[in-house]
C-alpha cells in the first residue's frame, strides 16, 4: 500500500506562488504515472496536471503556463509549483500515483487564493 502525504498548501493573494509537494512512502520511479488533482465544493474533481513514468507531462487547459509539475526520484516526492494563482485555483489538491492496475490517493492540501 502506497502511503502519499500532501503538504505546501496554504492561504496566498491572487497573483501569488504555492509549491505543492507529494511524499510517497515507497519509489516513485516505479509508478505509471503521477498527477495532482483538484475538487472545489459543488464541482467535480478535475485533473490539473500530470507526469508519466517516461516524463511526459499534460496539462489541464486553465492551468497551462502557471502550473508546472515534476518529481524527484531521489526523494520520492512529487511537486507542483503554480504560480500567477487565481481565486478560481481555490479548491483542495489531491495527490495521485499509478501502479497499474492500482491508484493511490493522498488526503489532499487545501489551497485558498483571494482576490
Known amino acids: 500500500q502506497v502511503q502519499l502525504v500532501e503538504s505546501g498548501g496554504g492561504l496566498v493573494q491572487a497573483g501569488g506562488s504555492l509549491r505543492l509537494s507529494c511524499a510517497a512512502s515507497?519509489?516513485?520511479?516505479?509508478?505509471?504515472?503521477m498527477g495532482w488533482y483538484r475538487q472545489a465544493p459543488g464541482k467535480q474533481r478535475e485533473l490539473v496536471a500530470r507526469?508519466?513514468?517516461?516524463?511526459?507531462?499534460n496539462y489541464a487547459d486553465s492551468v497551462k503556463g502557471r502550473f508546472t509539475i515534476s518529481r524527484d526520484n531521489a526523494k520520492n516526492t512529487l511537486y507542483l509549483q503554480m504560480n500567477s494563482l487565481k481565486p478560481e485555483d481555490t479548491s483542495v489538491y489531491r495527490c495521485?500515483?499509478?501502479?497499474?492496475?492500482?491508484?493511490?490517493w493522498g488526503q489532499g492540501t487545501q489551497v485558498t487564493v483571494s482576490s
Open positions: 507526469i508519466t513514468r517516461g516524463g511526459s507531462t
Open positions: 495521485s500515483a499509478v501502479r497499474l492496475p492500482l491508484s493511490y
Open positions: 515507497e519509489s516513485i520511479f516505479s509508478m505509471d504515472a
